[in-house]
Each structure stands twice: as structure tokens, then as C-alpha cells.
């Protein structure tokens, strides 16, 4: 298992920016993903973007165009960019890696989440 740390979350007006850090605890193995995900307010956990070792990236929908995801892979820390940020974005923030094995992918940790709170 690899424990993975979140910070920058905090409290933010619609349309400003805030950008989260997800850092591990030791080095994952090659062939792993490292993704963000979300849970809003009563509501269930979300998928919001996630990348690859190689650099290969995927976004939810909701996120693309306003959300940038990115990974410095010798410190295996993965970040968020979130801009033009909206009330709906509201909600707890954390962070999952995956290692690919036997051709599937497997969680090996979560963070704790940190929260993102956009006032209208």
C-alpha cells in the first residue's frame, strides 16, 4: 500500500483557482495511474481526472476545458489545477493510485481527501 498526502484545498470565490498537490509516500511501480476524485455534498464519489506514468491523461466531462491535471513522477506527487471554478465544484478532494497488473488496474492507496468550498 502506498499512503498519499493532499493539500491546497480551501475556500474560494466562483471563477478563481485553487490547486491541489497529492504526494506518496514511497515510489510506485511502473505501469501506474495516479487520478483525482470527489464527493460533493450528499452525494456519491466522483471520478475527475487522472494520468498516467506515460503521461497519458483522461477528465470527467464536467472538469474538461477548466481542469488540468499533472504529475512530477520523480517525487511521484500528482496536482490539480482547477480554474474558473464553480459552486458545483464544491466538495472533498482526494487522491487514488492505481498500478496496472496482469492487464488490470489495481488501487494500491488513498489520501484523505481535502476540501474545496467555491462561494457563488
Known amino acids: 500500500q502506498v499512503q498519499l498526502v493532499e493539500s491546497g484545498g480551501g475556500f474560494v470565490q466562483a471563477g478563481g483557482s485553487l490547486r491541489l498537490s497529492c504526494a506518496a509516500s514511497?515510489?510506485?511501480?511502473?505501469?501506474?495511474?495516479l487520478g483525482w476524485y470527489r464527493q460533493p455534498p450528499g452525494k456519491q464519489r466522483e471520478f475527475v481526472a487522472a494520468?498516467?506514468?506515460?503521461?497519458?491523461?483522461t477528465y470527467a466531462d464536467t472538469v474538461k476545458g477548466r481542469f488540468t491535471i499533472s504529475r512530477a513522477s520523480a517525487q511521484n506527487t500528482v496536482y490539480l489545477q482547477m480554474n474558473s471554478l464553480k459552486p458545483e465544484d464544491t466538495a472533498v478532494y482526494s487522491c487514488?493510485?492505481?498500478?496496472?497488473?496482469?492487464?488490470?488496474?489495481?488501487?494500491?492507496?488513498w489520501g484523505q481527501g481535502t476540501q474545496v468550498t467555491v462561494s457563488s
Open positions: 494520468i498516467t506514468d506515460g503521461g497519458r491523461t
Open positions: 514511497r515510489s510506485i511501480s511502473e505501469d501506474n495511474q
Open positions: 487514488k493510485a492505481k498500478v496496472l497488473n496482469s492487464g488490470r488496474y489495481s488501487t494500491v492507496g
